[in-house]
C-alpha cells in the first residue's frame, strides 16, 4: 500500500525567501506525482505534474523534481510572496492509477 | 466555465438521514473520483470510476455508493448519515485514469451530520 509523506507539515517564512518542500512515497512503481495547492475553503489547483519518465517540471517560480528510485520529490518555490500562502499537498499515482495524497505543508509567507 | 462542479457546497442534516452530493465535468474527462477530507484535512479516496471500471475503496461503509448517469456525472449518496461523516467531500476527474493526465478537483462540498 502506498504510503506517501509530506515534511515540514508546517512552515512560516518571510517575503522573499526561496523554499523546498519535501514528499517522500514508499512504493517507487508509480505512474506519475503531481503538486496541488489548497487554499482555505477551497478545492485543489494542480501546479505541476510529473510523469514516471520525467525528473522535473517548471512552472513560472515552481520547480518539481522527481527521484522515484529513492522514493522522493520536491517543490521548490523561488522567490515566495504572501500570494504562495496556502497548504500544498503531493499526490503519487501507482499500479490502481488512483492517486494517493501526503498530509500537505502548510505555508505561510509574511510580508 | 468551472470544469468541475459540485452542489451543493455546503450540506447540514440530522443523523439517520439520506442524502447525495452532485458532480458534473465538462473536460470529457473518462475518470471521476471521489475524496474525503477528514478534520485534519487529509484526503483519502472513496471511489474511482469511468465507463469501465469503479474501484471502491475497502474502508468506504456501504452507506456510500456512486452513481453516475452518464460520463459528466459522478454523485454520491450517502444512506443513514452518522456523525463521523461530517467532512468535506470533493468530486475529482481525470483523462484516462491520473497516468499522464492532472486530476481536476471541484470546489467541495462540506456536510455537517448534527
Known amino acids: 500500500k502506498q504510503e506517501v509523506t509530506q515534511i515540514p507539515a508546517a512552515l512560516s517564512v518571510p517575503e522573499g525567501e526561496n523554499l523546498v518542500l519535501n514528499c517522500s512515497f514508499t512504493d517507487s512503481a508509480i505512474y506519475n506525482l503531481q503538486w496541488f495547492r489548497q487554499d482555505p475553503g477551497k478545492g485543489l489547483t494542480s501546479l505541476l505534474l510529473?510523469?514516471?519518465?520525467?525528473r522535473e517540471q517548471t512552472s513560472g517560480r515552481l520547480n518539481a523534481s522527481l527521484d522515484k528510485s529513492s522514493g522522493r520529490s520536491t517543490l521548490y518555490i523561488a522567490a515566495s510572496q504572501p500570494g504562495d500562502s496556502a497548504t500544498y499537498l503531493c499526490a503519487v499515482a501507482g499500479g490502481s492509477y488512483i492517486p494517493t495524497f501526503g498530509r500537505g505543508t502548510s505555508l505561510i509567507v509574511h510580508p | 466555465d468551472t470544469a468541475v462542479s459540485q452542489t451543493p457546497k455546503y450540506l447540514v442534516t440530522q443523523m439517520g438521514n439520506d442524502k447525495s452530493i452532485k458532480c458534473e465535468q465538462n473536460l470529457g474527462h473518462d475518470t471521476m473520483y471521489w475524496y474525503k477530507q477528514d478534520s485534519k484535512k487529509f484526503l483519502k479516496i472513496m471511489f474511482s470510476y469511468n465507463n469501465k471500471e469503479l474501484i471502491i475503496n475497502e474502508t468506504v461503509p456501504n452507506r456510500f455508493s456512486p452513481k453516475s448517469p452518464d460520463k459528466a456525472h459522478l454523485n454520491l449518496h450517502i444512506n443513514s448519515l452518522e456523525l463521523g461523516d461530517s467532512a468535506v467531500y470533493f468530486c475529482?476527474?481525470?483523462?484516462?485514469?491520473?497516468?499522464?493526465?492532472?486530476?481536476?478537483f471541484g470546489s467541495g462540498t462540506q456536510l455537517s451530520v448534527l
Open positions: 510529473i510523469q514516471s519518465s520525467q
Open positions: 475529482a476527474s481525470s483523462q484516462e485514469g491520473p497516468q499522464n493526465e492532472k486530476l481536476f
